[in-house]
């Protein structure tokens, strides 16, 4: 049976006192009900505070991104190994703003699935469609293409990633996908995760996830939870979401 799993994106917001008052909160309100986990995902400079705040409690805490490498010359990356050595559980690949800002491809996005799960790490592997792909009838096409390269490099492993659908469409542009729209979409992303022997994997929706939203969007029933962006940062906006 999967659980349900909400997990914030803090994306590059935050202050250590920012992160602190909020932090506190999350901790307060959350009560850990069976069946639902809570997570978030900081900036690296603030993976020791998440640490620090949330170790021991029932919210688990991740990174935004990772490398494709171990170890080396690689200026600027931030390893898996690394990443655990901190306590993450979670860390984001191929988020949408990688790909298009970073220009990550979605090879790039399975070497760093394959490296966050073989450095102990649970992938939350970021999926999903402009909205040029959509009106064309192309949502399909881009979000399979998406998913075959990671599973084709992690193979049986692909069962130990989460899987988050995000419409770019819908990233930060107030706009959401309607419930019968993701559900389409998560349906889709279900049966190849089946035929990938990983139909247990959880499978969160992305894309302007509210309070007001939530509860209509997690019924469905191929929406595991939710990857939430600015309503992150706001504790009792989060916490709403949640327990939608």
Request: aromatic share 6%; hydrophobic share 50%; net charge negative.
């Amino acid at each position: 049976m999967r659980g349900k799993l909400t997990v914030g994106n803090w994306k590059m917001n935050g202050g250590l006192t920012a992160n602190s008052a909020l932090l506190v909160a999350l901790l307060a309100g959350w009560k850990a009900p069976v069946g639902r986990e809570l997570g978030v995902c900081v900036p690296f400079p603030y993976l020791g505070q998440a640490r620090d705040a949330l170790a021991g409690s029932a919210i688990a805490w991740g990174a935004q991104d990772v490398s494709a490498h171990a170890r080396g010359a690689f200026t600027g990356d931030v390893s898996a190994g690394m990443l655990a050595e901190f306590g993450c559980q979670y860390v984001l690949v191929g988020h949408s703003e990688r790909r298009q800002l970073h220009g990550e491809t979605d090879g790039e996005v399975a070497a760093k699935a394959a490296a966050a799960v073989n450095g102990g790490l649970q992938p939350i592997v970021c999926l999903g469609e402009t909205l040029a792909e959509r009106e064309t009838g192309q949502t399909q096409v881009v979000v399979g293409r998406q998913f075959d390269a990671v599973a084709a490099v992690l193979g049986k492993q692909t069962a130990l990633v989460v899987l988050a659908y995000e419409p770019v469409w819908a990233i930060g542009t107030g706009r959401t996908a309607s419930p019968a729209e993701a559900q389409a979409v998560h349906a889709f992303l279900r049966q190849r995760l089946t035929a990938a022997g990983a139909g247990n994997v959880q499978v969160l929706y992305g894309g302007s996830v509210k309070a007001a939203n939530a509860a209509e969007l997690f019924a469905v029933p191929d929406i595991d939870g939710g990857l939430v962006g600015g309503a992150s940062l706001d504790a009792n906006e989060f916490l709403a979401i949640a327990a939608a």
